[in-house]
């Protein structure tokens, strides 16, 4: 532990799944610019993108590489784990932030629960909660060894309170906030306190991934979105950089007594009533 600056992350290893998401992107060129060395892990398919993202770090003097994976399979997982310990011999912290949602696996206003693809749930509880447990059992190996290590897990309001449109994946973030609890105390009993499990809850962010759901073609706000504002006391949506103090809180020393929470950042959404 740095006890002159316990926020420090320079040269702490930082695996991130999902990390070519919409927030991916942002969080991994966060943790670079912090002095962490990033590892980038996702599809395959993102392979290209993951390259200009590794070379834009680079090009502003951090340090990053990428790995393709498949979160849903051990072997290649396995194979990632592999990766990291040769290039850096350690892993700090793992942000488990694999996931996503899919039109079937929602209700939509003029259907009703009988209408719901029930093998569409199952995928997008399968790669929400499955895609977080997976990666944890490979990668949480070295902090074992290590004596010490932060993995953060993805959650999302939708855990908390069930919202219409995503039966699935609501179902999915509840379990991963249960899923954090448990490994929190699982890890730290048998493997010591220097292994420490928590989960950050984003409130409501308008990305290109959503803006189709929470705009008109022409700009202005749906129904939906009126909804959430009108339900969020800071009256708008979230910034994706308005994550990256929690985030790097609870990667770093400063959180050392901390496990086995899911920090909201919602703009007050969970909190408001009427």
């Given at each position: 532990?740095?006890?002159?600056?316990?926020?420090?992350?320079?040269?702490r290893?930082?695996?991130?799944?999902?990390?070519?998401?919409v927030?991916?992107?942002?969080i991994?060129?966060?943790?670079?610019a912090?002095g962490?060395?990033?590892?980038?892990?996702?599809r395959?398919?993102s392979?290209?993108?993951?390259?200009?993202?590794?070379d834009?770090?680079?090009a502003?003097?951090?340090?990053?590489c990428?790995?393709?994976?498949d979160?849903?399979d051990?072997?290649?997982?396995?194979?990632?784990?592999?990766?990291?310990?040769?290039?850096?011999?350690?892993?700090?912290?793992?942000l488990?932030a694999?996931?996503?949602?899919?039109?079937?696996?929602?209700?939509?206003?003029?259907?009703?629960?009988?209408d719901?693809?029930?093998?569409?749930?199952?995928?997008?509880?399968?790669?929400?909660?499955?895609?977080?447990?997976?990666?944890?059992?490979?990668?949480?190996?070295?902090?074992?060894q290590?004596?010490?290590?932060?993995?953060?897990n993805?959650?999302?309001?939708s855990?908390?309170?069930?919202?219409?449109?995503?039966?699935?994946?609501?179902?999915?973030k509840?379990?991963?906030n249960?899923w954090?609890?448990?490994?929190?105390?699982?890890?730290?009993?048998?493997?010591?306190?220097?292994?420490?499990?928590?989960?950050?809850?984003?409130?409501?962010?308008l990305?290109?991934?959503?803006?189709?759901?929470?705009t008109?073609?022409?700009?202005?706000?749906?129904?939906?979105?009126?909804?959430?504002?009108?339900?969020t006391?800071?009256?708008r949506?979230l910034?994706p950089?308005e994550?990256?103090?929690?985030?790097?809180?609870?990667?770093?020393?400063?959180?050392?007594?901390?496990?086995?929470?899911?920090?909201?950042v919602?703009?007050?959404?969970?909190?408001?009533?009427?």
């Amino acid at each position: 532990m740095n006890k002159g600056n316990l926020f420090d992350l320079t040269d702490r290893v930082v695996v991130m799944t999902g990390a070519c998401g919409v927030l991916g992107r942002s969080i991994v060129k966060y943790f670079a610019a912090q002095g962490a060395k990033v590892v980038l892990l996702s599809r395959e398919r993102s392979a290209e993108l993951a390259g200009t993202l590794v070379d834009e770090i680079k090009a502003d003097g951090g340090e990053a590489c990428y790995f393709p994976t498949d979160v849903l399979d051990r072997a290649s997982l396995e194979k990632n784990y592999d990766q990291i310990m040769e290039k850096y011999g350690r892993i700090d912290v793992l942000l488990n932030a694999a996931g996503g949602n899919m039109p079937a696996a929602t209700v939509p206003p003029d259907k009703t629960i009988f209408d719901l693809d029930i093998d569409a749930v199952r995928k997008v509880t399968e790669l929400n909660l499955f895609g977080t447990i997976l990666p944890t059992t490979v990668f949480a190996k070295a902090m074992v060894q290590q004596g010490k290590g932060s993995i953060i897990n993805f959650s999302s309001m939708s855990s908390f309170r069930p919202l219409t449109r995503v039966a699935g994946y609501g179902v999915a973030k509840a379990a991963i906030n249960n899923w954090t609890k448990y490994l929190s105390s699982e890890l730290a009993i048998k493997f010591g306190e220097g292994l420490r499990v928590n989960a950050i809850a984003p409130g409501f962010l308008l990305t290109d991934q959503n803006r189709t759901l929470l705009t008109n073609p022409d700009g202005s706000l749906t129904d939906r979105s009126r909804a959430i504002l009108g339900h969020t006391p800071f009256d708008r949506f979230l910034e994706p950089e308005e994550l990256f103090g929690t985030l790097h809180y609870l990667a770093s020393d400063a959180s050392a007594a901390v496990t086995g929470t899911v920090a909201i950042v919602d703009g007050g959404f969970d909190s408001f009533s009427i």
